[in-house]
């Protein structure tokens, strides 16, 4: 997934249904890259925060609530979304790629190996 997303210094990766963040975490760890977490579950977000202070990344990492039909983020806000171990719970699928599509910037990338723009 850190290679297909292809994120650098500076660039900002959506994690979506982060859970405690570990994934997120970790490739914005290898690649300098920010990380936003977005979770419906406080319990998870408050993991994630604790973990991203435990790795050094609090002032590149940030968590709030959210779905993968809502995440409240901005059009075109991020570089780079993954999803790790959760698209089976998202209640509509289609939603999931919609949203994805919209917080992307133009050619950036998804989990699954499409660019946004295709
Ligand atoms: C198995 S955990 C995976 C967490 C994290 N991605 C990881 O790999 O450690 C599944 C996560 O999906 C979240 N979740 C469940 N329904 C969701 C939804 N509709 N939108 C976004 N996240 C959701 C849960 O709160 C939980 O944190």
Redesign the pocket.
């Known amino acids: 997934m850190a290679h297909y997303l292809a994120l650098g210094d500076g660039t900002v990766l959506a994690?979506?249904?982060?859970?405690?963040?570990?994934?997120g975490l970790w490739i914005a760890a290898q690649c300098g890259a920010s990380v936003i977490g977005?979770?419906?579950?406080s319990a998870?977000l408050a993991q994630a925060r604790k973990r991203s202070q435990q790795v050094g990344l609090t002032d590149h990492s940030l968590y709030q609530q959210?779905?993968?039909?809502s995440t409240g983020l901005g059009n075109g806000a991020v570089d780079g979304a993954l999803?790790?171990?959760?698209l089976q719970?998202?209640?509509d699928k289609t939603d999931v790629f919609r949203e994805a599509y919209r917080i992307l910037r133009p050619r950036g990338r998804h989990s699954t190996g499409r660019r946004a723009s295709e």
């Open positions: 994690d979506l249904a982060c859970g405690a963040g570990g994934p977005v979770d419906p579950s998870g959210g779905t993968f039909a999803s790790v171990d959760a719970y998202a209640p």
